[in-house]
């Protein structure tokens, strides 16, 4: 017994001076999960309803996030993002490793193993940038193009580096937050979107949300968010509701 609850102080004084040292270096993590109707991603629909974790380590101007999606029937979509971020003034940069299963574009070439990364890897890796123009015009500015990845290739089977360019702008109407915004796709990535076209506009979106805080001063908060969602170019239409649960 001496022994047990020897070993047990140990541990509980390694997790305080752990937690102790990442506080004193500035380092966070958080945390959460989405439960939403269905998943669009960049206009274009995924799977239907679905449960969203995310977990989020921050140091200074940096950030890793695991984020994940699957869907209720939990054989048909299944997705894994891992993304480092860095934050310059307005500007955020950012390197993400994208793996899903199943959802929207050419799917033939890409095998399901996740340590697979030969001519079948499930993965993509995307490079992105993100700029706020201003806090005076809060429009925000996105370019993310993939550098990696079976399925990045164009309707004739060749390497796309499949790219998306998006223009949003946040603002307030009577205490609910909204933000609406354009994507769109400069050249032929049907492997990444199924579209087998060049330039054309996929993503026309409003969002709407509102987040209370809980539980004292924990950091706790619970959010209702509806999104509005036009593809023009797959002429498709979506209207997402969800709940959003952050730590």
Known sequence: MKRIIACALVVMAVLTAGRVSAQDKGISFSGGSDLVSSYVW??????????????????GNFSATAWGSVDFASTSYKEMDLTLAYTLGP????????YWEGGAGNRDLIGRNYFTFDNHSPHRIEVGASWVVSEKIPFTLSWYTILFGAADVNSRGERAYGSYFEIACPFQVKGIDMKAGVGMVPWNAYGTYGVDRD?????????????????????????????LIWNPALEDVNFVGGVSFRM
């Open 91 to 98: 500007v955020t940069l950012s390197l993400a490793d994208l």
């Open 42 to 59: 960049r206009g274009v629909y995924e799977a239907g309803v679905s449960l969203q974790p995310t977990m989020t380590m921050s140091a």
């Open 199 to 227: 330039f054309y506009v996929q993503n026309v979106f409003l969002n709407a949300g509102k987040t209370w805080d809980i539980g004292g001063n924990d950091g706790m908060n619970i959010g209702l968010f509806t999104n």
